[in-house]
């Protein structure tokens, strides 16, 4: 039987976490306040030592062991931040814990752990995923009596970052809204079910990437779902299904979940360094991000704001993606694409035309002697209403317009391909790919689908996440298009066809026999 609301009041109250645990800064964001026209105050999550908020929630799990499963010992399996708390915690409570990690883990995550749990942590690196850790882990506590420590789906977890709201609602009671990342839901279930009952007109916010939104399609669904694949981007929050008992708690007190994409994290990272110096991870910028979108649905001024930077675990090789994207996310960079005839004088005329418009990114190479193709990218003042206004400008001059804004596979591949494209190439089909990051990943790919198919352009980026980013084209001839998917299903990664995608067509390929008619 699940604990009532007052039994998890009680608990958060006694908890015992800062045995370990700092009680973190909730600090004011002076310049975002300014900017929103709101108090926008966050809560310092990153100052605890393991540089994010699960280090409560494992070590309270620790705390409520008997001495007999404390001398068996415990297991975890996370990638991330989860992992690096249970192995503190077992440092200072001097028991063993086993940690499983996916073998796509990079480095400094693993090593991390092994830091932060010194001769009291045992890392397994098993499988290719995240599932195939988590099977491992069960086994090993089945086999060794272990006692499993979940990253959110438990009570004693929830109960520890619940801690968080005992410590908002006394450093700062005139907080009416709040923003709260959900991977999991244990981090808003703990928070929720403690403030709610002390402060019931309190609004609460969940937060979810728009590449995990499994709370949002659990509340659709009226009960935890899976989805059928997470993003990479946020791995802090990349959860396929919502836990059983954060679901149940979130349902009844949350009461708004707002989704944000890659650009909006990205912006939102800046907001938090504009304002701290401190590099939030994409997890941990959620709660910014999400305060962005929501003024943005519900304009409003005079409001006290909260949220939680909730971890800052960030890989360094992050930063330049991040760099890359944020200021798209807050709407002061708009990339397009914009077909200019190919004769003298064209390319001056629409510079002209930019009118003294900073541009961000320029990328051109000649196809033909009829029309050029061009990838821009301009830095705006007045934001989408600003764009709007070129595009018109641009269309009254016979400009011919198209939008990458918001075209994921152009703003991650295809901005640096601009150029050559085949001529005579038939039946070309593109896929996006999620490769693996393990020795071997690269030789699967191609022995499953390289042998029998022409590979036609292969793009790859990492941005320091446990997979890579690949685009490919392939080949394939009508009559070998089934026997094409079954080797997609046997290869088992991620992928998405983008033969329809705009920035492909216009940038990558002749179907509209631009270089066969010349």
Request: aromatic share 10%; with cysteine.
């Given at each position: 039987?699940?604990?009532?609301?007052?039994?998890?009041?009680?608990?958060?109250?006694?908890?015992?976490?800062?045995?370990?645990?700092?009680?973190?800064?909730?600090?004011?964001?002076?310049?975002?306040?300014?900017?929103?026209?709101?108090?926008?105050?966050?809560?310092?999550?990153?100052?605890?030592?393991?540089?994010?908020?699960?280090?409560?929630?494992?070590?309270?799990?620790?705390?409520?062991l008997s001495d007999k499963q404390l001398q068996a010992g415990v297991v975890a399996v996370s990638a991330g931040n989860h992992a690096q708390g249970v192995?503190?915690?077992?440092?200072?409570?001097?028991?063993?814990?086993?940690?499983?990690?996916?073998?796509?883990?990079?480095?400094?995550?693993?090593?991390?752990?092994?830091?932060?749990?010194?001769?009291?942590?045992?890392?397994?690196?098993?499988?290719?995923?995240?599932?195939?850790?988590?099977?491992?882990?069960?086994?090993?506590?089945?086999?060794?009596?272990?006692?499993?420590?979940?990253?959110?789906?438990?009570?004693?977890?929830?109960?520890?970052?619940?801690?968080?709201?005992?410590?908002?609602?006394?450093?700062?009671?005139?907080?009416?809204?709040?923003?709260?990342?959900?991977?999991?839901?244990?981090?808003?279930?703990?928070?929720?079910?403690?403030?709610?009952?002390?402060?019931?007109?309190?609004?609460?916010?969940?937060?979810?990437?728009?590449?995990?939104?499994?709370?949002?399609?659990?509340?659709?669904?009226?009960?935890?779902?899976?989805?059928?694949?997470?993003?990479?981007?946020?791995?802090?929050?990349?959860?396929?299904?919502?836990?059983?008992?954060?679901?149940?708690?979130?349902?009844?007190?949350?009461?708004?979940?707002?989704?944000?994409?890659?650009?909006?994290?990205?912006?939102?990272?800046?907001?938090?360094?504009?304002?701290?110096?401190?590099?939030?991870?994409?997890?941990?910028?959620?709660?910014?991000?999400?305060?962005?979108?929501?003024?943005?649905?519900?304009?409003?001024?005079?409001?006290?704001?909260?949220?939680?930077?909730?971890?800052?675990?960030?890989?360094?090789?992050?930063?330049?993606?991040?760099?890359?994207?944020?200021?798209?996310?807050?709407?002061?960079?708009?990339?397009?694409?914009?077909?200019?005839?190919?004769?003298?004088?064209?390319?001056?005329?629409?510079?002209?035309?930019?009118?003294?418009?900073?541009?961000?990114?320029?990328?051109?190479?000649?196809?033909?002697?009829?029309?050029?193709?061009?990838?821009?990218?301009?830095?705006?003042?007045?934001?989408?209403?600003?764009?709007?206004?070129?595009?018109?400008?641009?269309?009254?001059?016979?400009?011919?317009?198209?939008?990458?804004?918001?075209?994921?596979?152009?703003?991650?591949?295809?901005?640096?391909?601009?150029?050559?494209?085949?001529?005579?190439?038939?039946?070309?089909?593109?896929?996006?790919?999620?490769?693996?990051?393990?020795?071997?990943?690269?030789?699967?790919?191609?022995?499953?689908?390289?042998?029998?198919?022409?590979?036609?352009?292969?793009?790859?980026?990492?941005?320091?996440?446990?997979?890579?980013?690949?685009?490919?084209?392939?080949?394939?001839?009508?009559?070998?298009?089934?026997?094409?998917?079954?080797?997609?299903?046997?290869?088992?990664?991620?992928?998405?066809?983008?033969?329809?995608?705009?920035?492909?067509?216009?940038?990558?390929?002749?179907?509209?026999?631009?270089?066969?008619?010349?």
């Open positions: 039987m699940s604990l009532s609301a007052n039994e998890y009041l009680k608990r958060i109250l006694l908890a015992p976490v800062y045995d370990v645990a700092v009680k973190t800064d909730l600090v004011k964001l002076d310049k975002l306040s300014a900017n929103l026209g709101n108090e926008v105050w966050l809560k310092r999550e990153d100052q605890q030592v393991v540089k994010s908020f699960k280090l409560r929630g494992a070590y309270n799990k620790l705390a409520s192995a503190y915690s077992a440092r200072m409570k001097k028991i063993q814990a086993t940690i499983v990690m996916p073998e796509t883990t990079p480095d400094i995550k693993v090593d991390a752990v092994r830091s932060f749990g010194g001769e009291y942590a045992n890392v397994i690196l098993f499988g290719t995923s995240f599932d195939q850790a988590k099977d491992e882990a069960l086994r090993l506590a089945k086999v060794h009596g272990y006692t499993m420590v979940a990253p959110f789906d438990d009570e004693d977890v929830i109960v520890g970052q619940g801690t968080i709201g005992r410590e908002l609602l006394e450093q700062n009671p005139n907080i009416d809204t709040l923003f709260i990342a959900v991977g999991g839901g244990g981090l808003a279930a703990g928070i929720s079910v403690f403030l709610k009952q002390l402060k019931p007109d309190l609004k609460i916010i969940a937060i979810e990437s728009d590449e995990s939104a499994c709370l949002q399609a659990a509340l659709e669904a009226g009960e935890p779902v899976p989805l059928a694949s997470v993003g990479i981007f946020a791995d802090g929050v990349a959860v396929k299904t919502i836990g059983t008992e954060p679901f149940r708690l979130l349902q009844e007190y949350v009461d708004e979940v707002i989704t944000v994409n890659t650009d909006e994290i990205c912006a939102a990272i800046k907001d938090i360094f504009d304002d701290t110096r401190v590099i939030a991870e994409p997890a941990g910028a959620l709660s910014i991000a999400g305060m962005h979108k929501y003024l943005q649905q519900n304009p409003m001024q005079g409001h006290t704001f909260g949220g939680i930077l909730c971890g800052a675990n960030i890989n360094f090789h992050t930063l330049r993606y991040v760099s890359e994207r944020c200021e798209l996310g807050e709407q002061k960079e708009a990339v397009f694409a914009v077909k200019i005839p190919e004769h003298a004088g064209a390319f001056k005329q629409f510079c002209e035309l930019l009118g003294g418009r900073i541009i961000t990114e320029f990328n051109y190479r000649f196809a033909t002697d009829r029309e050029a193709h061009i990838f821009v990218g301009v830095k705006l003042r007045g934001g989408r209403a600003e764009f709007k206004q070129l595009t018109e400008t641009l269309a009254v001059h016979d400009y011919q317009c198209f939008d990458l804004s918001e075209n994921e596979m152009a703003k991650l591949h295809v901005r640096y391909m601009v150029g050559g494209r085949p001529a005579s190439l038939q039946n070309e089909h593109i896929f996006s790919f999620e490769f693996p990051e393990y020795p071997g990943a690269l030789m699967k790919f191609l022995n499953t689908l390289g042998e029998t198919w022409n590979i036609t352009l292969f793009h790859y980026r990492n941005h320091g996440a446990a997979a890579g980013l690949v685009l490919c084209g392939f080949e394939i001839p009508p009559e070998q298009r089934e026997n094409f998917n079954q080797h997609l299903d046997a290869l088992d990664y991620q992928y998405t066809e983008q033969t329809v995608n705009p920035a492909y067509k216009f940038f990558l390929s002749d179907v509209n026999g631009i270089l066969a008619n010349k």
